[in-house]
């Protein structure tokens, strides 16, 4: 079992939005601003789309965006392009002793 | 340009050992904490171990504390792995990731089965 829970899947048509849920602690997400959101597609490796919760590495596009609430991240896509169909996992750094943990992933299908 | 290259995967027994090598070229690699990220086929992703910049600070998870350690050498620009005590369970591909996961190499395929 996943330390933060996402949805196993999520999907939506062309253009539409969406939006992937990640909850997790006051120990992880609720505690700290270092939530990071990765897009993996199918046998290549992870690709970060955003971190510290709301912000975008260079080359990320702009219909991709991060929010959190509590102890609940959020990854939003607009404008959903067939692209964007692919895993998505969330992680957050944790005071645990585990240091970082992860999400169980979400698979986003564009209808 | 900006580059992990994993190496050190394959097919290894129950109980057998394994040491998995990082290169890092395209950027100073004594300036980042890097990490190593394992994905069982068909599964998440799963954090495995961290080490700071300087070496002096490292985290496992708990599936493979005791087994499992994790080293750099910032002279060679190099992560390892070394994997003692394999499992079935272990099996997987294992990625080494800059930082926060802004660099990712292309993994490596470790499989533990006799």
């Known amino acids: 079992q996943s330390a933060l829970t996402q949805p196993a899947s999520v999907s939506g048509s062309p253009g539409q939005s969406i939006t992937i849920s990640c909850t997790g602690t006051?120990?992880?997400?609720?505690?700290?601003?270092?939530v990071s959101w990765y897009q993996q597609h199918p046998g290549k490796a992870p690709k970060l789309m955003i971190y510290d919760v709301s912000n975008r590495p260079s080359g990320v596009s702009n219909r991709f965006s991060g929010s959190k609430s509590g102890n609940t991240a959020s990854l939003t896509i607009s404008g959903l392009q067939a692209e964007d169909e692919a895993d998505y996992y969330c992680?957050?750094?944790?005071?645990?002793?585990?240091?970082?943990?992860f999400g169980g992933g979400t698979k986003l299908t564009v209808l | 340009q900006v580059q992990l290259v994993e190496s050190g995967g394959g097919l290894v027994k129950p109980g057998g050992s394994l040491r998995l090598s990082c290169a890092a070229s395209g950027f100073t690699f004594s300036d980042y904490y890097m990490s190593w990220i394992r994905q069982a086929p068909g599964k998440g992703l799963e954090w495995v171990s961290y080490?700071?910049?300087?070496?002096?600070?490292?985290y496992y998870a708990d599936s493979v504390k005791g087994r499992f350690t994790i080293s750099r050498d910032n002279a060679k620009n190099s992560l390892y792995l070394q994997m003692n005590s394999l499992r079935a369970e272990d099996t997987a591909v294992y990625y080494c990731?800059?930082?926060?996961?802004?660099?990712w190499g292309q993994g490596t395929t470790v499989t533990v089965s006799s």
């Open positions: 992680s957050s750094y944790t005071s645990s002793s585990t240091f970082w943990v």
């Open positions: 990731a800059r930082s926060v996961g802004d660099v």
């Open positions: 006051s120990s992880d997400v609720g505690g700290y601003n270092y």
């Open positions: 080490i700071s910049s300087s070496g002096s600070t490292i």
